[in-house]
């Protein structure tokens, strides 16, 4: 293996990054298909990623890490989203984990932390519940003779069966929220791949168990009343955003060689090789610059995120300003999700029945495309925007799911979007 470039002390170039993961991600892709095909979830894949020292890469330099920046990370994102788009939504709560440690003012937990993810660690997510009122857990975290004791259940729980580490949310006995962080083989654990979606199928999104799991108070976090920051609410947006931009490109990829390998032509065509049909060109054409699109609203939802994040003394950044990053991640996730579903369906323009060959499984871009963009449905998020573009009054602050009739400027947030350590 090559040695770390942050272990020179030498923040690390975009291409010296990319250059370390490629042929890792390459490997990850070529057993692609064949995950999907059996359904296997992908844990050699996530070991060798975290061999590779992938769950460091945000890790700053001076604690271990590669000491990647924000949007520098997040290329490295879209490009293993591009050999499996189900492993950036795996890790999206472990990536949040560290963004969270590396913004944090506690330096004994950023060490201890920053040491077990240098070493390998991967955090995972427990977060959402069924029928639950807006901001409140059925999962208690509560004391018996001394100890602390975690217990209750969890649907949605992404990543957490390639995790070593859970965050969950809990409620406490006085109504509080606190994060709690478990080891995953804690006694009282129980992780369950039951996750039924069409798409994403990898994610290991399933339910997770927690029966009287004993917890260390040192790894109990309050959370604030007013829910996650709107940093961390834009960040794991755009993770799904760049899992979405990984597959615009897989797709992409996927129908240049299919038509590059075609030897039939239509007989109706207008071209002597499906290469030399301009009507094939034109679809691949098409395609290709609907992921330059993709990836060029990324790029520029990332830098402004970088730039807030990194703002020199964040509490200078203000209301409006932190309501146009909402709203801009809001605009880059109408358009990517859109675009994404366009070239995934178009994509089988350039062949015939043999474009829906089990054995391409060229559908799957499509139908992780679909559930990734299921997440805070883009209807909603139009909706805000429109009203925020018109009327300026703070409606696309947070993503929110909640009851029927909750207001639609809620604190709550869907899935893994407070999973902090």
Do not use: C
């Not at 390998?261 to 054409?285: F, K, M, N, W």
């Not at 990836?295 to 990194?310: F, G, Q, W, Y």
């Amino acid at each position: 293996m090559t040695a770390i470039t942050g272990e020179r002390g030498i923040i690390p170039t975009s291409i010296e990054l990319l250059e370390r993961f490629r042929p890792v991600f390459a490997r990850i892709a070529a057993g692609a298909v064949k995950r999907e095909e059996s359904r296997s979830l992908a844990y050699e894949a996530v070991d060798e990623l975290r061999a590779a020292g992938f769950g460091r890469l945000r890790v700053p330099i001076e604690y271990g890490g590669l000491g990647a920046s924000l949007s520098q990370s997040l290329r490295v994102l879209r490009e293993l989203g591009e050999a499996d788009s189900n492993l950036v939504q795996a890790l999206r709560a472990h990536f949040l984990a560290v963004e969270g440690l590396v913004a944090s003012t506690d330096e004994t937990r950023k060490v201890k932390w920053f040491r077990r993810i240098v070493d390998g660690a991967l955090v995972g997510n427990a977060t959402t519940e069924r029928g639950n009122p807006p901001g409140r857990n059925s999962t208690l975290l509560l004391e018996k003779a001394g100890t602390l004791y975690l217990t209750g259940v969890k649907y949605y729980s992404t990543g957490s069966l390639y995790a070593d580490w859970i965050s969950v949310a809990a409620d406490t006995a006085d109504g509080g929220t606190v994060r709690v962080t478990v080891p995953s083989n804690a006694s009282g654990v129980e992780r369950l791949d039951d996750w039924d979606g069409f798409g994403q199928r990898l994610t290991a999104s399933g339910t997770t168990k927690f029966t009287e799991v004993e917890v260390d108070p040192e790894e109990v976090v309050h959370v604030a009343s007013n829910g996650a920051s709107p940093v961390a609410v834009a960040y794991v947006q755009l993770i799904l955003l760049v899992a979405l931009g990984g597959i615009a490109r897989a797709a992409r990829r996927d129908v240049v060689e299919f038509v590059q390998t075609r030897t039939r032509a239509y007989g109706h065509g207008i071209g002597a090789s499906p290469q030399h049909d301009p009507l094939v060109q034109e679809v691949v054409g098409r395609v290709s610059s609907s992921v330059f699109t993709v990836e060029s609203v990324l790029d520029a939802a990332a830098r402004e995120l970088e730039r807030i994040t990194e703002s020199a003394e964040p509490d200078s950044i203000s209301d409006l300003e932190f309501e146009e990053l909402n709203t801009l991640i809001a605009e880059a996730q109408i358009s990517i999700a859109e675009l994404t579903l366009d070239i995934t369906t178009r994509l089988f323009e350039v062949g015939g029945a043999s474009a829906t060959s089990e054995s391409r499984r060229l559908d799957r871009h499509w139908r992780n495309a679909r559930v990734l963009a299921q997440h805070n449905p883009v209807i909603y998020r139009a909706r805000a925007v429109g009203q925020q573009r018109l009327l300026g009054d703070h409606q696309t602050t947070q993503v929110y799911i909640s009851n029927s009739g909750s207001p639609p400027n809620d604190t709550n947030h869907n899935d893994e979007e407070r999973s902090n350590i």
